[in-house]
């Protein structure tokens, strides 16, 4: 009698702790008692992938899911407190009718139907991507304000009445910001790059023009409405929907993170683009703690590009207009910081990256300058710099470094289809070319096989690169014009890419080929892309670059 009574509980419990550990987290929650749920619906009847996001009064975080097949959403109640919420859709074309708000109660599901009608004002809804698909003109035309997105969107510029002339002396003020001033935070450039050679003034005015006429003809400078129809992407669909996010809002509208970076402990770590800030998101209760960096030359602009870890997840950060780099220790919470020597440190200067993740095997960490488009090579201990110019001057713009096991420098070169490699022992330099001409390598990261992935930023494409083998394979972005910038690989092989055009997060499974484009909440200038394979499926972070926030998304499937 005992031993069955035993029996029995070992077998219960075997049966819990299988659940337990079959079930992950976020499977579960699909099941989970649900706390909001509803269907959305517009004259189309039910709606798939329309986003619904809700956020608490008062807090800084906000939650969004996505509509299924039959326009059902529903949110589980381990994600929403009791409380008042505000609702949100993005679904191009549809505004929410009526005031959108919810309350969320203990113990009951709080049920609310969505309508919704014709957007009121479709231009304020598109993506950079949909608006350079319904522009007319050439592609060469349509390539030449590209980076017009890298401070603030093209509908700023298409909304303007501006003649030509005018635009002229808008373009001519552009060209007097680093890449790191937006509308709310401005700062001036200090020097042009030399990294290119001079350029010629008549060249560069006639260039000008050019771009002032053509965006003359999209503007509303000869019509009080645009004259070409404004093209949508469609929805997401089926696996694209199957997806909960969550943003924090960072404590200051002039916060950048253009980098975000998450450690083995869960926090978030970003550092501001155009600020001396290195934030840390704690996100379970979205408590923000903020480190001011100290300033090395106090009269150029401010801010930070490139955040990395080195092996014991200290934050090592690019220091752009400020000439050196800095290494934040979490254990001590102070900052250590290396200029560059004075000879090598003009106005020009930029250090946009730095790569400390193997530091550890030979002592030293790469860095690149984007005044000089050179890579550089720091011995922490001397403060010596090593120089390393691929190219002679006029240089094609070299971007990012990222070191292999063995602390070999691997360059990515956005002003060619170039991946270099710098041998970190006799410092020989060799160049191989990606298959697609001009394809732009932007930034990316070595994974545990010694596979550079990386954005194809010109070619519309991620790149990946076999170090061993020495073999390039690209894959196109399912949406054209999504333009990726960066390119991470996780734990189960799959890749995530992104970039400042479409709003879109593409996660791609390179045996099969196969993409799911993952619609973010709000418009997002996507530059740096992370995951963390704590969990399983692995989860996705981005900064939103002009939106003050950081985005965490968890693929439930
Ligand atoms: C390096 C950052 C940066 C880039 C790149 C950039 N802009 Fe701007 N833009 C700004 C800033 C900062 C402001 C707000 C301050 C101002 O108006 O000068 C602004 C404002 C504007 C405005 C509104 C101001 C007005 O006078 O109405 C227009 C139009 C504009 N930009 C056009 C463009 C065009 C066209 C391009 C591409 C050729 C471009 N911008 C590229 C930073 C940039």
């Known amino acids: 009698m005992r031993s069955t009574f035993l029996l029995l509980i070992a077998a219960v419990c075997g049966a819990v702790v299988l659940s337990q550990t079959r079930v992950h987290p976020l ?81 009951k599901t709080a049920t609310a139907d969505l309508k919704l009608q014709k957007a009121r004002d479709l231009g304020s809804q598109l993506s950079n991507a949909e608006w350079l698909a319904s522009f007319p003109g050439t592609d060469a035309q349509k390539a030449s304000i590209k980076p017009c997105t890298h401070c603030h969107t093209l509908e700023r510029i298409v909304r303007t009445r501006y003649t030509a002339d005018q635009l002229v002396s808008v373009i001519e003020r ?25 350029d010629s003034p008549d060249q560069r005015r006639a260039a000008w023009r050019r771009q002032a006429e053509y965006l003359a003809t999209i503007n509303l400078s000869t019509s009080p409405q645009w004259s070409y129809a ?10 694209a929907t199957q997806v909960i996010y969550t943003e924090y809002d960072l404590p200051q509208r002039t916060r950048q993170p253009h980098d975000v970076i998450v450690d083995s402990t869960g926090m978030a770590w970003y550092a501001s683009f155009g600020e001396q800030i290195l934030g840390k998101l704690d996100p379970r209760t979205g408590k923000v703690t903020e480190y001011p960096v100290p300033l090395l030359k106090p009269e150029a602009p401010t801010g930070i590009l490139g955040v990395r870890f080195d092996k014991d997840e200290n934050p090592w950060l690019g220091m752009q207009f400020q000439g050196g780099i800095a290494k934040f220790d979490r254990k001590t919470e102070t900052f250590q910081t290396w200029s560059l020597p004075r000879e090598l440190n003009g106005p020009h ?11 550890h095997v030979d002592g030293k960490v790469w860095l690149q300058d984007a005044g000089t488009y050179t890579v550089l090579r720091l011995d922490p201990g001397s403060g010596k710099f090593d120089v390393f110019e691929p190219y002679a001057i006029p240089r094609p713009n070299v971007y990012d470094v990222i070191p292999d096991a063995q602390n070999n420098g691997y360059f990515l070169v956005l002003g060619t289809n170039d991946v270099g490699r710098i041998d970190a022992k006799s410092g020989k330099i060799t160049i191989f070319k990606t298959p697609t001409p001009g394809s732009g390598p932007r930034r990316g990261m070595m994974d545990s096989q010694g596979r550079l992935w990386f954005g194809e930023n010109n070619g519309d494409r991620i790149g990946m690169f076999d170090t061993r083998t020495e073999r390039f394979q690209e894959w196109a972005a399912p949406t054209p014009g999504t333009w990726p910038y960066d390119a991470t690989s996780d734990k189960d092989g799959k890749v995530w890419s992104g970039g400042e055009f479409t709003d879109r997060i593409l996660r791609l499974d390179p045996r099969t080929g196969q993409f799911v484009e993952y619609l973010l909440p709000r418009p997002t200038n996507v530059r740096r892309v992370f995951v963390d394979n704590r969990t399983t499926p692995p989860t996705f972070w981005v900064g939103n670059n002009h939106g003050a926030s950081i985005v965490k998304l968890e693929p439930l499937e």
């Open 230 to 239: 404004l093209k949508t992407l469609p929805r997401p669909k089926g696996k």
């Open 27 to 107: 499977h579960a929650q699909a099941r989970d008692p649900v706390a909001l749920t509803g269907q959305v619906t517009s004259t189309e009847g039910p709606m798939e992938g329309v986003l619904v996001s809700v956020k608490k009064t008062g807090s800084t975080i906000t939650t969004t899911v996505v509509t299924d097949e039959q326009g059902r959403y529903r949110f589980a109640r381990t994600r929403l407190e009791p409380g008042q919420y505000a609702l949100r859709v993005r679904a191009v074309g549809y505004d929410l009718e009526g005031a959108g708000t919810v309350d969320v109660v203990d113990h």
């Open 174 to 198: 552009m060209a007097t910001y680093p890449q790191l001033s937006f509308p709310l935070k401005i700062q001036k450039l200090p020097a042009p790059r030399i990294g290119g050679g001079p």
């Open 349 to 359: 200067v930029q250090i946009n990256q730095v790569s400390p993740g193997r530091a």
